[in-house]
């Protein structure tokens, strides 16, 4: 993909994620910015980044990002993982010139919202452990307690719904009640899907818990600061198809295709 002359900008925004999570930051992108180009990058080969070290994550990130930059020339990056974000997002910024957005837990609006003052964050064991949440924490959220459960199980229930393959709701219990069987656990009334996978099973995760739970998410907030750094620019008239790019096997991304198509994209490569 070449860059577009300056009349036909076809540059489009690339979205990256260790699997298929980052699909629930490209929707509400995509409802939002409908005529742009989208690439959707997975790192299938690196998946699960959960349960990974921080110095692999740091290291590998980075260097996948500068490659999909040279293939498809976007105009902006949203690294739609929460995990790739906490460790390496400064690291790309400083490799890459251009803009990049991360994603970081929503607990700043859980903690306007919470009547409790009682917060779970679910996330990847990747995710809860790293020193930025407690930042985030203190910053947004310090009348608050906050509680955190890790789960990689979660990841996978999330990657097999994309396939057509469904968990159980005794699965997405177990996942809960790491979080909610904590001391203090029984006063969560917001959940913070810390992981953008989590949003794809959000319906599942609600209909297992044993009481009425709120559960948000950063991807409406990633939509609208996209929107803000592209205000201005042009976008193609009739967008060309959105393309989902693997770096692992072309048989996993073959047997999520028609729920990559639902999302947009209907064109896959390899990297």
């Known amino acids: 993909m070449n860059p577009a002359s300056p009349t036909t900008d076809a540059r489009p925004i690339l979205f990256f994620d260790s699997g298929i ?19 959707y990058a997975a790192d299938s080969a690196g998946f699960p980044y959960g349960t990974r070290s921080d110095a692999e994550i740091a290291a590998r990130v980075p260097a996948l990002l500068g490659r999909l930059t040279e293939r498809y020339h976007p105009r902006l990056i949203v690294i739609a993982c929460n995990t790739a974000s906490t460790i390496a997002l400064a690291a790309v910024r400083a490799a890459l010139d251009l803009p990049i957005v991360g994603t970081v837990p929503a607990i700043k609006p859980a903690a306007e919202i919470s009547k409790t003052r009682v917060i779970g964050v679910l996330g990847t064991r990747a995710t809860v452990r790293q020193a930025y949440v407690d930042d985030l924490t203190a910053k947004f959220a310090a009348d608050c307690t906050v509680l955190r459960h890790g789960s990689a199980e979660l990841v996978t229930l999330a990657e097999a719904k994309l396939r057509g393959e469904a968990g159980t709701p005794a699965q997405y219990r177990a996942v809960l009640d790491g979080l909610l069987g904590q001391p203090g656990g029984e006063r969560i009334d917001i959940v913070v899907n810390a992981c953008t996978h989590f ?32 205000q201005g620019q042009q976008w193609p008239q009739s967008p060309p198809p959105g393309i989902a790019v693997f770096t692992g096997p072309a048989d996993n991304a073959a047997r999520l295709a028609p729920a990559l198509g639902r999302f947009g994209l209907t064109e896959l490569q390899t990297l």
């Open 199 to 230: 949003p794809l099973v959000a319906e599942e995760l609600a209909q297992a818990a044993d009481r009425p739970l709120r559960f948000i998410d950063g991807g409406p907030g990633i939509a609208r600061r996209i929107a803000y750094l592209t």
């Open 21 to 39: 999570g980052g699909l629930s930051v490209l929707r509400p992108a995509r409802e939002l910015l409908p005529n742009a180009p989208f690439v």
